[in-house]
Nanobody, 124 residues
Framework: QVQLVESGGGLVQAGGSLRLSCAAS????????MGWFRQAPGKEREFVGA???????YYGDSVKGRFTISRDNAKNTVYLQMNSLKPEDTAVYYC??????????????????WGQGTQVTVSS
């Protein structure tokens, strides 16, 4: 069974930085893409970014230039480095992956496994 556990959320002032981690277990990590999504109260779950098995990263328009996704296959972990945070980045952040190796998508419905989420709050 695939398990994803996020960590690293918290409260930060606008302009600050946070790094989220997502530890994966239950299957081979290196051949699967990994995604990050977020959901603010009353809003749809939004694509933040994703990284392929070859470590190519893609980002949503609202975070381009500020957020960076990386992965460490030796540690079965994917990271989301968030810089220049804004109050509108406040949300629960989720790590996700899909059920097929060598497959990539930006679509929420393409992801089969989700972490429990970690809260990020950015104060103004």
């Amino acid at each position: 069974q695939v398990q994803l556990v996020e960590s690293g959320g918290g409260l930060v002032q606008a302009g600050g930085s946070l790094r989220l981690s997502c530890a994966a277990s239950g299957r081979t990590f290196s051949t699967y893409s990994m995604g990050w999504f977020r959901q603010a109260p009353g809003k749809e779950r939004e694509f933040v970014g994703a990284i392929t098995w070859t470590s190519n990263a893609y980002y949503g328009d609202s975070v381009k230039g500020r957020f960076t996704i990386s992965r460490d296959n030796a540690k079965n972990t994917v990271y989301l480095q968030m810089n220049s945070l804004k109050p509108e980045d406040t949300a629960v952040y989720y790590c996700a992956t899909n059920g097929r190796p060598y497959y990539f998508s930006k679509l929420r419905d393409a992801y089969d496994y989700w972490g429990q989420g970690t809260q990020v709050t950015v104060s103004s």
